[in-house]
């Protein structure tokens, strides 16, 4: 079952911040973020584990809440680059390896 | 940075003809997935492939569907006999194993006329 993010899309100006989130129904392992530009790949983003591990190269953060099984995606100080369409994709403990991806959230951020 | 990459680019292929799709994955990867993205919708899930065996399978991986590792390097998807609702952007992505972050190739657009 595909996880829910809300929401569907957000315009910011450069530096405002901005919160995405992802929830699912079932039980987590982990949640995946990735931001995808028009006609390009998903670029990874961060990965965050049961059990509070987190890996990930930007400077973007993200917080997994294990009880509700919700994810949150915070741009902080947004910048023109940021813009694109950000995918949460998660992984249920019987399934590893196998990301269900959310509809996704429309990031514009404007000069 | 190493990176994931797929061939050919764009492929155009008439109705009911088999199609493969390659990818060369990252080389210290152990894991290996097909995505697809049909236009302006999400990214979905097909297949994940670890030691040389399917790990887990969506519902679109039907029997139309193969994957297979003919050597060391390589990553292959095939459909056997196209349909036009195949027509979508193939991704391949691998990891280093199971609960690593998952890098994308950039695509094999896959065009059924």
């Known amino acids: 079952q595909q996880p829910v993010q809300s929401p569907q899309a957000v315009i910011l100006r450069e530096g405002e911040d901005a919160v995405i989130n992802c929830s699912s129904s079932?039980?987590?392992?982990?949640v995946h973020w990735y931001r995808q530009k028009h006609g390009e790949a998903p670029v990874f983003l961060m990965i965050?584990?049961?059990?509070?591990e987190q890996k990930g190269h930007e400077k973007i953060s993200a917080s997994f809440n294990e009880k509700k099984q919700q994810s949150s995606l915070y741009l902080t100080a947004s910048q023109l680059s940021y813009s694109g369409t950000y995918f949460c994709?998660?992984?249920?403990?019987?399934?590893?390896?196998?990301?269900?991806f959310g509809a996704g959230t429309q990031v514009v951020v404007t000069p | 940075e190493p990176e994931v990459t797929q061939t050919p680019s764009h492929q155009v292929t008439q109705m009911g003809q088999e199609v493969i799709l390659r990818c060369v994955p990252i080389?210290?990867?152990?894991?290996f997935y097909w995505y697809r993205q049909i236009l302006g919708q999400k990214v979905e899930f097909l297949v994940s492939?670890?030691?040389?065996?399917?790990?887990?399978k969506s519902e679109i991986f039907d029997d139309q569907f193969s994957v297979e590792r003919p050597d060391g390097s390589n990553f292959t998807l095939k459909i056997r006999s196209t349909k036009l609702e195949d027509s979508a952007m193939y991704f391949c992505?691998?990891?280093?194993?199971?609960?690593?972050?998952?890098?994308f190739g950039d695509g094999t657009r896959l065009s059924i006329l």
């Open positions: 992505a691998s990891s280093v194993q199971g609960q690593e972050p998952q890098h």
């Open positions: 079932k039980a987590l392992y982990s």
């Open positions: 965050l584990l049961k059990g509070g």
């Open positions: 994709g998660t992984e249920s403990g019987d399934s590893w390896g196998k990301l269900q």
């Open positions: 080389s210290n990867h152990l894991y």
């Open positions: 492939f670890y030691n040389n065996e399917i790990s887990e």
